[in-house]
């Protein structure tokens, strides 16, 4: 198996194991869909922007777009490794786009601090340390996570770009 084909597989292993459950809103988990505090209340399904369902060939390599008027800004030089978009998301199903880059955990941190700054998002909180970022944001009626940590492909790191109905206030 390809390391990138193992890569979009634990991706997938884990949004498929976030589906299991009771079948209600347990709201989303920073930090991971199995672990972490719920933060968010139950969510209201959000529209999401036009996006095309990734096919088998995504899966194995072939490289899909980063989806359009995606809330989140795609990193400088990084690839798409797999992004699920749903028409209709909620706190439990957030949309999610996976890049991978080779540029350092702290860089790629920095540049989505400032940038989700700069964009009108309001920082919430973060778990960092040198080897995993996450760093939660809301922006209107939305909560962005973005996820960075060591890939499977060594020297690379994974950027996972998180986007759940915000909570009521």
Known sequence: MTKQVLAATLVLTALSLA??????DAGYKPGGFLG?????????P????????PTIKNLMGTPQPFPAE???????????????VRPVYTARRPNMV???SSDDIGKIANYYRLKLSSEGWKFKSADENPVFSSTI?????????????????????????????????
């Open 19 to 24: 589906a299991c459950g009771s079948g209600t």
């Open 36 to 44: 972490g505090i719920g933060i968010f209340p139950k969510g209201v």
């Open 46 to 53: 959000q529209i999401a922007p036009k996006y095309e369902e």
């Open 70 to 84: 995606y809330p989140l800004a795609q990193y400088p030089n990084a690839r798409v490794l797999l992004a699920e």
């Open 98 to 100: 996976c890049l991978q």
């Open 137 to 169: 944001w809301e922006k209107g009626d939305q909560v962005a996570e973005v996820r960075i940590s060591p890939s499977p492909q060594e020297g690379q790191k994974i950027i996972q770009l998180f986007i759940a109905p915000a909570g009521k206030s």
